[in-house]
């Protein structure tokens, strides 16, 4: 059902009716209502499930090959540029729908595991010696985060995309000069010829 009201939610821009979600996935009206509560219900599901799958490709459950913290890092950005350019839920998730109280609940939640994450990114990355002690790490993560969102917003909202392999190296430059990466962060991040 989940799926079923995904596609549903991508053919309707946003728009969703219970009977035609339970149409698409061949199964009656009250079982969707059983299962979800509410069209509002179904919708955050829906939500919540594109957030996991982000936090399987790009987050907690990525597969970063590169060896040196920037270079991971500069890999979870180009996951997660990739992610939302390859998913054709994105652009409604963070645009359209993103104003929706049943999304904000899921958004928020998410956004929060994501600050707290970061956070601990940059604190570990700190205690390495490749982030400078002064940078607040819950400033810094929240400022980025909301950086990086506006400007997936905007790539994601162009009749034409930019290049996702441009927008994910000057996303990374972005975070880069955040971070103030020390000399030691400065090793050849796997896959590009720019240095972090």
Known sequence: MIRAAEQE??????????????????????????HFGSKA???AAVVEDFYSRLDEGAFSGASLRADSWAGRERERIGAYVAFHY??????LV???????????????????????????MIAAAQRDGVVPDDIDPDLTIAL????IRQALIGALMRDRRPDPARLTDDIWAFMAAALRLTARAKAKVRGSNKVA
């Open 9 to 34: 939610l991508i053919s309707g821009h946003g728009h969703l009716e219970m009977q035609a979600v339970a149409r698409r996935a061949q199964v009656s009206v009250g079982l969707a209502y059983h």
């Open 41 to 43: 219900g179904l919708i």
């Open 86 to 91: 390859a998913h054709p839920f994105a652009p």
């Open 94 to 120: 963070i645009g359209a729908l993103s104003r929706a109280p049943e999304v904000l609940d899921v958004e928020s939640a998410f956004t929060s595991r994501q600050l707290a994450a970061g956070a601990r």
């Open 144 to 147: 980025m985060i909301g950086g």
